[in-house]
Structures are given as structure tokens and as C-alpha cells.
């Protein structure tokens, strides 16, 4: 089910979610839909979109840190140990080979980190860029058969995370130099420019980079899980 808030910070309104909604924080996926930073003549809001029940969206591609905490050293106790641990962690490495072997392509599948509501599974494959496909769309939809998966083994407050040829973080780091090249060629112009189609996580990377940068801001548009971002000078009203 998804449901949206509203906050003054982005904290005041996963605050709010998880109040009204009688959750954990960790129960659910944040979907930014919306930033304006405050103004002399407005206040400042951030407006999310709150995903709850639905094992395997592209939303948990990584599990958000919106406490400033540092991703890598979360994670660097929990990698180094690729061969499965579990009978869960065994189940999900055999259900991926078995996946990419069906569709024709060879490769190993190991274990790539370990989180306590996160496994992170690693395909290495000669045909990792076509298991990647365009803009990670392949990898996406086999990600989601994966959770879709855990979560048929009672394991629905695991997050799989797939990944091949550090996709992921290669994404991230494209990610982040087009936000900042997108704001600079707004903060020229005055007007504002609409991003192609990208999946909750890649909108709220956008968003999360431009968030502290003054006279620009974010909004979501569009319908579906794959959105576009438009990035448009403050002051300058968006279409």
C-alpha cells in the first residue's frame, strides 16, 4: 500500500509515517516526492510517498541513510564471506544461477554483503552487460524476482540487492554528476529540465544531491514506478 506525508524536513515526515502508521522505520520504503527549502516569503516542506508491503521494489536497491551515517562503513563488517552462510542465503544464490542460466547466459553467483534486514547477492557473468540491460532495467527485474522470492521463503523483511560489475555504485556515482551538471545548466538558464524516466531510488538520489543546493529545487512527476525528476530554478514555478 503506499500513503504520502508531509513534513517541514525530510525527518519530520518519515517521523510522521511511521507514527501514524504505527511502524518501524524499517518497515517501510520513502519515496521523495517533493523538496522546497524555506524562502523569505515560504516555508520550507518536504512531501513523501510511503511504501509498505511490497517485497522487491526497485525503491530497495539500497536501504536509505538519512542520518548521515556512511553507507561503506555499515556495510564493511559484512562483506568478505561470499559463500552462503544459511540455508536462506544457499536458496537465493542457487535461485539466482538458476535464473541467468535459464535465460542463456553463464556466470558464478556468490554473496556480496550481509546486513541485518539486507542481503546483498553478486553476479559475475562475460554477459554482465546484458544482464545489466539499459539504464540496470534487467537487473531491476530480475532484483525483484529475487525478493519476490524471499519473501515466498517467509523472508519479507530481507532486501536482495543484485548486483554485477559494481553497477550499483557506478550508477550512483553517473547519478550524482548528472544532478550537479543538470543544476548548474538550470542555475544558467532560470528554467527548469525534466529527467528521463528513472526507477524511486535513482529520483531520490537526485533529489537527496540537489537537496542543500539554494536556488534549485526537485519534484517527481509523472505516474507509475518509473518517474522523471524536473530540476528548475527557485522561484521559477514548475509545470
Known amino acids: 500500500m503506499e500513503f504520502e506525508f508531509e513534513g517541514r524536513t525530510e525527518k519530520e515526515a518519515i517521523d510522521r509515517a511511521a507514527e501514524e502508521l504505527g511502524l518501524a ?8 516526492l517533493e523538496t522546497q527549502k524555506n524562502g523569505l516569503f515560504k516555508k520550507g516542506y518536504v512531501r513523501i510517498r510511503v511504501h509498505t508491503g511490497t517485497p522487491g ?9 538519512r542520518d548521515g551515517a556512511d553507507r561503506s562503513q555499515k556495510r564493511e563488517a559484512v562483506y568478505g564471506e561470499p559463500v552462503p552462510q544459511n540455508e536462506f542465503e544457499q536458496k537465493m ?3 539466482t544461477a538458476g535464473m541467468i542460466e535459464r ?4 556466470g558464478k553467483v556468490v554473496v556480496l554483503f550481509r546486513e541485518k534486514h539486507k542481503l546483498g547477492i553478486k553476479i559475475e557473468s562475460p554477459h554482465s552487460s546484458i544482464l545489466i540491460g539499459k539504464k540496470g532495467k534487467n537487473l531491476d527485474a530480475i532484483q525483484l524476482l529475487l525478493n519476490i522470492y524471499a519473501g515466498r521463503l517467509g523472508k519479507e523483511n530481507v532486501r536482495v540487492i543484485l548486483d554485477t560489475e559494481n553497477y550499483r555504485i557506478r550508477r550512483e556515482e553517473s547519478l550524482v554528476r548528472l544532478a550537479y551538471n543538470v543544476a548548474e545548466k538550470v542555475r544558467e538558464t532560470r528554467g527548469s529540465i525534466l529527467l528521463e524516466p528513472m526507477n524511486p531510488f535513482d529520483r531520490w538520489l537526485i533529489h537527496t544531491t ?6 534549485v529545487e526537485t519534484k517527481s512527476e509523472g505516474d507509475g514506478l518509473y518517474k522523471q525528476v ?8 514548475s509545470s
Open 57 to 65: 521494489m526497485a525503491m530497495s536497491d539500497m536501504n536509505y541513510e
Open 25 to 32: 522505520k524499517d518497515d517501510f520504503d520513502v519515496e521523495i
Open 103 to 106: 535465460m542463456g547466459y553463464s
Open 210 to 215: 540537489l537537496n542543500d543546493i539554494g536556488d
Open 93 to 95: 544464490v542457487e535461485f
Open 230 to 237: 524536473r530540476v528548475y530554478y527557485r522561484g521559477l514555478k
